[in-house]
Every structure is written in structure tokens, then in C-alpha cells.
């Protein structure tokens, strides 16, 4: 019996589509538009002005405060603007506008004097903390904070979430087989940098490939161990993850690291490697382009700014009868009403979507069937918590449980009545969250 | 740059798929066919007529009432109500009058359903409400039973009724069969049998209502058939008589008017069972599996708000 969360859903995985697809580098464009919002927290500061001329992988903009990240720039060139842009969220978000000096020859990033065994924590967290190190997996938490000292909870286990268990992406798939040296350094970074004595990846069992390959490479690494799953969603949840590889739960309200845990995504181990041996910050993103609305499902390594539209016609287009546009994957993503935003660094997929895969359909009454109960990842009841959230009795969504929800959309899509119960809840935590701000604040 | 918009809407973007509510219903009413079907055999014409005027009479009132509402008349193609109809039909007596069948459909669906709100928002079960109005209402219509025509037709008891207040049993076998008397499509454990066991297949039933609610009814049946030295029916009779099938793979298992929790519908279907060999064997009447299930659709919100499964990370002691 493979290892798995209680409850969940197994969505079509449509991962087919590219799961072949060696990733392919898109070339620069001429103009980048890099978001100072790319990260958990607060956005980040410019230090330069317009008409500054900076280099590739030069700080742009400094992290404000504790919980934030800096931001480097994807290409040389000239700031040309520094204005409000589109965000993925829709919002309209500060950004560095960036005119690329074409002229000019990429860097090349070679790999700096420090061995393996000089790596302490403080220069762990000090290269992690410069290079805008966040979590790719799509929160985008600055991964140092994970890594400080901690003396009341001390690290037991670095779990690696391997999962990817949104339906189409296939971005740490692909890492994983390609950059397989590159992944396995910086799991002995963590390991070397924490002392932690235990490293374990979790990964579903749709991807045999990878998890042969990296049975093979860690045979001689009696901490890193291979653990996996069976094929679930939403597996790569940092809880449902913890659940899975080691049958134990995060208290309600707390962080893995109460019970010793911290979980770090595929591809944010290859960027910690870039931080520590390359000194090179984020820069690029992997990102899978997919969906049946495309014309050329890839995957590709693209500069951080860069516009979805340039993409887009990098994949050859969009076929006309693309319905929806989407950033991230079909369970958590977010739509984009058009292709003006750009690639962030928690950007993990572009998925065009036809009418034909989104199953469009009205909503129906509750006819309280229980799926959404015995789907729930995390034990709630979603349709008494959205009915509640519906009425603004919020009161009673608390008592519910209604904040212990990870939004993994489960109910949602497991309800015959097709009810809008995730994005209901959704909107019953942020009336929530701004009321006790604004009590806070009176 | 292209001004193209796309349809925008918060996430999830994809869903379980075609697997909607008057999908479901209609699966439910093919799952009653086998036994209605066998119902029409045994009692020819008039069960025939019967299951016509019932569903006649919810398509008629749910119409009705979506007129009142100015809502969509489309909404009867969802099924629900002909399921309330067929169900209805095939928990009365064969030979009750049509008007009474007809008066029993419309307080179904308005006093059942209408009233509350349409579809997913009843609290009892219409079919259920239809009936107990009318064996309330109409006592002497609602227990005259005719044997099934191919046996013979005499006016005769339940096998139920027989076993409290004569003392004789019904063969197992006919009771399995379900050549005996009672309602229209009650009878047959092996059809009903076959239909919840379908839909329990199709993930459309939770297994756990009928399961708890035959397990329950079987062990109370063989405690008190020990204790009683046979005199209270074997656990095959409780189980195949009456309308127990019926009710524990139709009739409790309506998922608007039973619990969502996995725990609480198994405390549904244990109430339940204990209920109905409660009244069967001390109550008034010889059945009581439409008043129970009734009174466990009342308990169901109370039984959902103290069911509730335990949310990941409550650490014991903490939090509720």
C-alpha cells in the first residue's frame, strides 16, 4: 500500500500532454516587466530610477522588512519605467519596467570557490536571504525564514515536495530529470547548512521515471530517502504532504515546523543551489505551457517579466476556441481576462483551457450529498461552512473551522450541484480577516 | 498585442464532470424499476394506474408550485419529482383509490417539499410526508390489502400484521420473492436488493445508511427472537418484511434529508433500525419504518452539527 493523505480527489491529470517535453529556453524579450509583488509579504523597495543601467542579476529592489524578498534583474539593460503593471492577480501592482540591452552577451554563472562542507547556516541563509530565494511551489514564502535557528522547535525533517499534484504541470517533472545534479546539490546544501538528519522527497507515483532516477542517486545518501505517493490531489499541500510521508498532522493555526518539519519544493532546491554555488539569484522560472487551447504544449524556462503573451506565440499561439487563460494550475490557478501580466516567480504554469475541459455548468441546489465531506482534505464540512460564509453568519463559519481551510478546492469540484463552495469560503476568510483587522486597528 | 478577454472566474477551473443532480435522479428512478416493474406484474392494471396518477400528481404540483414562485417550469425535468411520484406510488396499498394517490402526491410536494423551499432545502421526505398524510387521513383506505392477483385475490394482512396479532409467519422465501401482501412495490427484497446495491455501485448511495440500518435491525431482530424463544420473527423475517428494503436503499438514503457526515449517517441508520423493531415489536402499529426514517430527517441537522469529523492538526484537549 503507497503512503496518502485521508480524503482528496484524482482530477484527470492531462500531465501527457507534456510530460515528454524536455524543458526549451525562451529567448529573452526586449522588454521585461518585473513585478516588485512576487512574494509572500510585503513588496519589495526599488533602489534604482529611471534611465539607471544595470546588469544581469543586479538588485533592483530591496526587501522591506523581515517578511520579504528582493528582486534582481533577468537581463541587462536600461530601467525604463517604474510604474503600476498588471498583475497575475489581477490587481495593478508596482513593476520595474526593464529595456534589454540586446547587444549585450547573456552572463555566464560560474561556480564560486565554496566547497560543500564550508557551507554553515549563516552562509545558507545569508545567500538564500540576497538572492530572493521564495518557495516555487506557488505561495512563494521566502524560503529563509523556513531555515532560521530555532532552538524551542528543532528540525527533524526537510521533507522535498516532489508531488506536483496539479493536473497538466509538469515544471519539477521535468527539473527533476534534467537537472537531476543540479536538484541532488542542493539537497546536500540543505543538508550540510541544517544538520538536519533527515531528508525525505515525497513523491506521487505517476512519475516513475523520476522516482527510479532518484532511487538511484541517493543510494549513497543514508539521510535522503525516496518516499512515494500514491497519485492524489492536493498531495503537494504542505499539510496534506507532512500527512502523507509521515502520518502526523500540523496543529490547527500552526507551521510544519512545530512538529519539526520543514517542506521545500523542487524547484526551489535548484534555485537554493544557484543562491549557494552560483551566487545567482531568480531569475528564470520553469513554467509549464499546456492546456488543449495551446497551440504547442511546452515546457520552458523563461526570464522572470516576461509577458504571458510573448509566451503565449513562443507556443505558437492559442487555438481560437480557448475559453479560459489560466496561471498556475486548474485547481488553484488564477484566470487572466487577458495576456498582459508577466511570469512571477511562483509562476508554475500557463494553461489555456477549452470550454470542453473547464465543464462549465450551472449551479444546482445543495441537495447535501456529504461529497464535499468525505472529500475534504482537512476534515471540514463545506457545505455547511459556504452556507454560513453565504449568509455572512461568520460567527458560525469560525466555529466550523471555516480558517483551517487550505483552499484546495476539493468540495467544489467533487459537488454534483457544481456549488461555488471553495470560492464562497474564500470570500467568507477574507471578510473575516478584515474584521479583525479593522478591530485591531479601532 | 492582441485584446483578447477570456472568461475569468475563481478557481477550481475544472470539476468532477458530468456527475450532476438530475443525472443522479434519474439514476435512482431506473434503480426503482426493477421492482416497480415487478409490482405491475403482481398486481396488474391498478398498480399501473396507480404509479401514473402519483407521478402525474408531483409533476402537477411541482409545476404548479414553480408557478407560484415564477420560477422555471423546466425545473421538473430534473427528476425529483418523478422519483417522489414513483417512490409514492410504490409505498401505497395497490389498490387505494387514485383520487387518495393523487391528494397523497400533491401534499408530498407541497407540504413535503414546496413549502420549504424547493429541492435540497426540505427537511423531510416528501414521498414519506405524502404518506404518512394520508395513513393518518385515511386509515382504512391505507391498510386494506389485497393478496397480489396472481396468488389470489382475497383481502388479506401484512405479513407484518399477521405475525403481531395472529402469530403466523410468512415463509421466507416469499418474502424474498415477494408474492405476499402489501404495498404496491414494497414487496420484493431481492429487486429492491439488487437496485440499492446498484446504486450503492454507482457511489450514489452511501453505503453506510443501509448498511447500518439493516445491521441494526438484525441484530435487535435476533437479541429479541432469543430472548422471546422465537415468537418475535427470525432476523430474515424483520428484514425482508415490510418496508424495510424499500426504505433503507430509497427512502433514508435521500440525501437532502440525511446527515453528511460519515459518522452521523451511520448514527442515522442505527436510530433508525432500533426504531422501527421498537414500534414493530411494542408499538401501535405493525410498520414503522415510514415514521421512523421521518423522525430521523427531523434529527438530521442535530446529528450533522455534533458529527462532525475531526479537523487535521486539532491536537486533543484543545480546540473543538
Known amino acids: ?6 480524503s482528496g480527489i484524482h482530477p484527470e491529470e492531462y500531465k501527457t500532454l507534456t510530460a515528454s517535453e524536455s524543458i526549451e529556453n525562451v529567448p529573452p524579450s526586449e522588454q521585461l516587466v518585473v513585478s516588485l509583488n512576487q ?41 525604463k519605467q517604474i510604474t503600476d503593471s498588471l498583475h497575475v492577480n489581477g490587481y495593478y501592482c508596482e513593476a520595474i519596467i526593464i529595456e534589454r540591452d540586446i547587444e549585450k552577451e547573456p552572463r555566464i554563472w560560474s561556480r564560486n570557490t565554496l566547497s560543500l562542507t564550508q557551507i554553515s547556516r549563516e552562509i545558507f541563509i545569508q545567500a538564500l536571504k540576497e538572492k530572493g530565494v521564495v518557495g516555487l511551489g506557488g505561495a512563494a514564502f521566502p524560503t529563509f525564514i523556513k531555515f532560521l535557528e530555532n532552538t524551542d522547535k528543532p528540525l527533524k525533517t526537510v521533507l522535498i515536495n516532489a508531488c506536483e499534484c496539479e493536473p497538466y504541470i509538469n515544471a519539477d517533472y521535468r527539473t527533476m530529470l534534467e537537472q537531476t545534479d543540479h536538484f541532488m546539490a542542493g539537497l546536500e546544501i540543505i543538508l550540510q547548512a541544517t544538520a538536519v538528519p533527515r531528508m525525505i522527497i515525497g513523491i506521487e507515483n505517476n512519475k516513475p521515471k523520476a522516482i527510479r532516477i532518484l532511487n538511484i542517486k541517493t543510494k549513497n545518501h543514508p539521510a535522503i530517502s525516496v518516499c512515494p505517493l500514491k497519485t492524489k490531489y492536493p498531495q503537494g499541500g504542505e499539510k496534506m504532504l507532512i500527512s502523507a510521508v509521515l502520518g502526523k498532522a500540523v496543529p490547527r493555526g500552526g507551521l510544519p515546523l512545530d512538529i519539526g518539519v520543514v517542506v521545500v519544493n523542487v524547484n526551489t532546491v535548484c534555485t537554493i543551489t544557484d543562491a549557494v554555488f552560483y551566487d545567482k539569484p531568480i531569475m528564470e522560472k520553469t513554467v509549464t505551457v499546456s492546456g488543449h487551447g495551446i497551440e ?19 507556443c505558437g499561439g492559442v487555438k481560437p476556441e480557448t475559453e479560459r487563460i489560466l496561471i498556475g494550475g486548474p485547481m488553484m490557478g488564477w484566470a487572466q481576462s487577458n495576456t498582459e501580466a508577466s511570469v512571477l516567480k511562483s509562476t508554475t504554469g500557463l494553461l489555456a483551457l477549452t470550454p470542453n475541459e473547464l465543464q462549465m455548468k450551472p449551479q444546482f441546489p445543495c441537495v447535501r450529498c456529504g461529497n464535499c465531506v ?28 471555516i480558517l483551517d481551510c487550505i483552499e484546495c478546492g476539493c468540495c467544489a469540484y467533487s459537488c454534483p450541484a457544481k456549488r461555488q463552495l471553495v470560492q464562497t469560503i474564500r470570500v467568507g476568510k477574507s471578510n473575516i480577516r478584515r474584521i479583525s483587522s479593522l478591530r485591531k486597528s479601532s | 498585442m492582441t485584446n483578447m478577454h477570456y472568461s475569468i472566474a475563481p478557481g477550481p477551473h475544472v470539476n468532477s464532470g458530468p456527475g450532476d443532480i438530475p443525472k443522479t435522479m434519474l439514476l435512482v428512478n431506473l434503480a426503482l424499476l426493477p421492482a416497480l416493474f415487478f409490482g405491475f406484474y403482481l398486481y396488474g392494471l391498478p398498480a399501473v394506474l396507480l404509479t401514473l396518477t402519483c407521478i402525474f400528481g408531483t409533476l402537477s404540483a411541482e409545476m404548479f408550485c414553480q408557478y407560484l414562485r415564477k420560477d422555471s417550469l423546466w425545473r421538473i425535468t430534473d427528476f425529483s419529482a418523478v422519483l417522489t411520484g414513483i417512490l409514492m406510488a410504490m409505498i401505497l396499498p395497490p389498490h387505494i383509490s387514485l383520487f387518495l394517490a393523487f391528494l397523497g402526491a ?20 416528501p414521498a414519506l410526508v405524502g404518506r404518512a398524510f394520508l395513513g393518518i387521513s385515511f386509515p382504512v383506505a391505507m391498510t386494506t390489502w389485497v393478496n397480489p392477483q396472481i396468488v389470489s385475490a382475497v383481502t388479506t394482512a401484512t405479513p407484518l400484521a399477521l405475525n403481531k396479532w395472529e402469530n403466523t409467519t410468512t415463509i421466507i422465501k416469499t418474502l424474498i420473492i415477494g408474492t405476499h401482501s402489501g404495498c404496491m412495490g414494497e414487496s420484493s ?30 441484530i435487535f431482530a435476533f437479541i429479541s427472537n432469543l430472548v422471546s424463544n422465537g415468537t418475535t420473527g427470525s432476523v430474515m423475517f424483520h428484514l425482508c418484511s415490510g418496508g424495510l428494503m424499500i426504505g433503507a436503499f430509497f427512502m433514508a438514503t435521500d440525501m437532502v434529508t440525511s446527515p453528511v457526515t460519515p459518522l452521523g449517517k451511520i448514527i442515522f441508520g442505527m436510530g433508525i433500525g432500533i426504531l422501527v423493531m421498537i414500534i414493530r415489536l411494542w408499538g401501535g402499529l405493525p410498520e414503522g419504518v415510514m415514521f421512523c426514517i421521518l423522525i430521523f430527517n427531523g434529527l438530521t441537522p442535530l446529528i450533522n ?3 462532525r469529523p475531526s479537523i487535521l492538526g486539532t491536537v486533543r484537549g484543545r480546540g473543538k
Open chain 1, 1 to 6: 500500500m503507497l503512503k496518502t493523505f485521508r
Open chain 1, 374 to 401: 468525505t472529500h475534504c482534505p482537512m476534515g471540514l464540512v463545506p457545505c455547511e461552512i459556504a452556507k454560513f460564509a453565504q449568509h455572512s453568519r461568520l460567527d458560525l463559519a469560525q466555529n466550523w473551522g
Open chain 2, 305 to 307: 452539527r455534533h458529527t
Open chain 2, 106 to 125: 400533491w401534499v408530498a410536494i407541497i407540504i413535503g417539499k414546496a413549502l420549504f423551499g424547493g429541492i435540497g432545502y426540505n427537511i423531510f421526505n
Open chain 1, 39 to 79: 512574494h509572500f509579504g510585503k513588496p519589495a523597495i526599488p533602489i534604482v530610477k529611471k534611465g539607471d543601467i544595470i546588469g544581469e542579476g543586479d538588485l533592483i529592489a530591496e526587501a522591506d522588512g523581515f517578511l520579504s524578498a528582493p528582486v534582481h534583474a533577468p537581463v541587462s539593460g536600461k530601467i
Open chain 2, 189 to 218: 427484497t431481492m429487486l429492491l436488493l439488487l437496485g440499492g446495491i446498484f446504486l450503492i455501485a454507482l457511489r450514489i448511495v452511501d453505503f453506510r445508511i443501509p448498511f447500518s440500518i439493516l445491521g441494526s435491525t438484525a
Open chain 1, 296 to 314: 504547442k504544449p511546452k515546457n520552458i524556462r523563461v526570464k522572470i517579466g516576461t509577458t504571458f503573451q510573448e509566451i503565449i506565440d513562443f
